[in-house]
């Protein structure tokens, strides 16, 4: 109709606005408000999270469309274990329904690889085996990549990267001199994606909430007075539009910051792939143990 129509062009038109400039290749997610969302509107709280997944969904096709090569959302925290059991099984419910969907949708296919970032080992094993699933399923797509940080906070994520240095250095692994920034950063759940470009946080909270705190150290945060459910394509044009205002700096800044990191020796990347070798091989675990489940 009418409505969808001028919507089309309107993408179409800012789109090529936007490609003008530089364009953001990691763009971060606080999504906030879902719970105040469905308060707003007479709701349960699963309502609110509900709208919020079609809203994601909206925004990852617009990402793609845009050809950012990264987007990071936070989807839920370890933090959040602490709000009402009816609460957190829904949100745990509705991850399963949502990464089922997400494999079986082909209407919406943006072609992305999806990572799970978190500490995967404090949700149920149902939730595992699907994040194993998923992960799998799509390790071979050459779009985006789409990371969904699920039983995530950013202090855990840095603990628990300090704590694999200090058992890499105990166990002999790695030495005292090998320890530095880009061995740190090497071992984040981040490894293998850009730093964040933008950092964009709705409901009107001013705050990180302890979400890719080192990972944002440079990086364009705009927060918006809507809830997550509200958060239309035309917030995310004006995010870029911001950004690219602020490219410049951002870029030289990073430059002066990474003419002083270290290269990685030998006795450091040879501790780094068995790092991540050892993970790997607990999420395929999880891949295999599922299969023979089903």
């Known amino acids: 109709d009418t409505k ?8 179409t038109i800012m789109s090529n606005v936007i490609k003008n400039g530089q364009i953001p290749r990691h763009i971060a997610f ?6 105040r969302f469905a308060r707003q509107h007479d709701q349960k709280v699963s309502y609110g999270h509900n709208q919020g997944s079609r809203t994601l969904l909206q925004i990852i096709q617009l990402c793609s469309e845009l050809e950012i090569d990264f987007v990071t959302v936070f989807a839920f925290s370890i933090e959040n274990f602490k709000r009402s059991k009816e609460e957190v ?5 509705l991850a399963l329904q949502k ?9 919406h296919n943006v072609n992305a690889k999806v990572r799970v970032l978190g500490d995967i080992s404090l949700l149920s094993q149902e939730i595992q085996k699907s994040i194993a699933t998923i992960e799998n399923s799509t390790k071979d797509n050459d779009g985006m990549v789409f990371n969904i940080c699920f039983s995530y906070t950013s202090t855990e994520e840095i603990t628990r990267t300090i704590k694999m240095i200090a058992n890499g250095s105990m166990d002999h692994y790695i030495q005292e001199d090998d320890i530095n920034k880009s061995l740190f950063e090497a071992l984040l759940y981040t490894y293998d994606c850009c730093e964040i470009d933008i950092l964009i946080r709705t409901s009107g909270e001013i705050r990180l909430s302890d979400f ?3 990972q944002s150290a440079y990086s364009c945060i705009l927060f918006y007075d809507v ?4 958060f239309k394509p035309y917030f995310l044009y004006h995010a ?12 030289e800044r990073r430059k002066i910051e ?8 030998t006795r450091n990347t040879r501790f780094i792939n068995n790092q991540r070798e050892i993970i790997q091989n607990q999420r395929h675990e999880l891949l295999i143990n599922n299969q023979n489940i089903n």
């Open 89 to 93: 099984n829904g949100i745990m419910n």
């Open 227 to 230: 809830y997550w459910p509200e």
């Open 30 to 35: 606080i999504m906030d408000g879902n719970r």
């Open 99 to 107: 990464f089922s969907e997400f494999l079986e949708d082909t209407d």
């Open 240 to 251: 870029i539009i911001m950004y690219q205002k602020q490219a410049k700096l951002i870029q």
């Open 4 to 11: 969808v129509m001028g919507s089309c062009i309107y993408r």
């Open 212 to 214: 890719m705190l080192y």
């Open 258 to 265: 990474n003419e002083n990191k270290q290269e990685l020796n």
